[in-house]
């Protein structure tokens, strides 16, 4: 299943788009993929030529050097690109949340610095949000901003911050008391990763992957009044703004790796041959991989959806299709690369066919951006009217 199945409500331009970009990924392919995750380095080539091709930036505004098109497109750039084994997963962080929060609510010098870059790829951005003792609730993280004076003070921790070490900054979400009511909402702001009181550390992981984890510790870092993006008291609107599509996009990461898989275990299927026959031949091989086509399709269609809702404004319902749709493909994920693994018995654990390494990939898109659990708790109250368990 190297490419998705025909749409007809897909457009051409959406249909060239995906060829074009299948084909610069499978320029590079899934072995230098591999060999630069295992290597510890970035895949810098891989994302210069689809900055250069105005690949990273076709959701970001014309005006700023984007391509002016939408999240759909970009989850489409993100899918393709992980199907061809080139997983790009700072593209749900820098164009996807960053590039998206900034354009809709950034000063207009805020635009002009960053947006350009991240949109030719020449700079890239982090998305800090995880705490250790909050994970990805905002209503109970602890970090901490207060003013002194004109300038900022930021405090506080974050854990599993994706490519912080190759990233121009942090766009961090932190907390400050609104004087009306004494309560803390969220803010944001965007902090250069050189400024003074900004430390990280690499955590170690079991993912072979081309972005490192980090741990931040913030120590009354230091930001001028213009660092902070957006209103101070916009609160959770600005929030969600970047949310909804890091959840389409992490869906795109999923059904990316589902569908390189499915490719892998299929080839084999078909060329493979015990007692006379390819072992694609059996239904005990071919029925499981039929039913993962099925779940990755339906899956595909739900990230569609939601990134649509989403381009066309319509906030609230897009966040429950985004919600549904990650969930969604990540379920379609983890069954499509075990069931890989397995067609391909013993050779799924190889380095060769690099199966083994998608179990803890794919295992991400159950945890991040939220866990399936906090999914379906959000399903239950929202979607069904179900008393709220937590």
Known sequence: MSAPLLNPAESEEHQA???????????YGPEYFRRK??????????????????YLGVSLPVEYGGGGAGITELSIVLEEFGAAGCPLLMMIVSPAICGTVIARYGTEQQKQTWLPGLADGSRRMAFGITEPDAGSNSHRLTTTARRDGQDW?????????SGIDHADAVLFVARTEDARTGRLKPVL????????GFEYRAIPMELVTAEKQFQVFLDDVRLPAEALVGAEDAGLEQLFAGLNPERVMTAAFALGLARQALATATDYARTRTVWDAPIGAHQAIAHPLAQCAIEIELA??????????????HDVAAGEAANMAKYAAAEAACHTVDQAVHTLGGNGLTQEYGL???????RVSRIAPVSREMILNYVAQHT??????Y
């Open 17 to 27: 788009l995906r060829r074009a970009v299948g084909d610069l990924a499978r320029r």
């Open 37 to 54: 995750a295992r290597a510890g380095e970035p895949v810098d080539e891989l994302w210069a030529e689809a900055g250069k091709a105005g």
């Open 153 to 161: 003070l930021l405090t506080g921790r974050k854990v599993f911050i």
């Open 189 to 196: 702001f965007v902090v250069p990763r050189e400024t003074p």
């Open 300 to 313: 595909r269609l739900m990230m569609l959806n939601a990134a649509q809702l989403y381009d066309q404004g």
């Open 356 to 362: 083994a390494a998608l179990l803890t990939a794919t």
């Open 384 to 389: 069904l009217g179900l008393p709220r368990s």
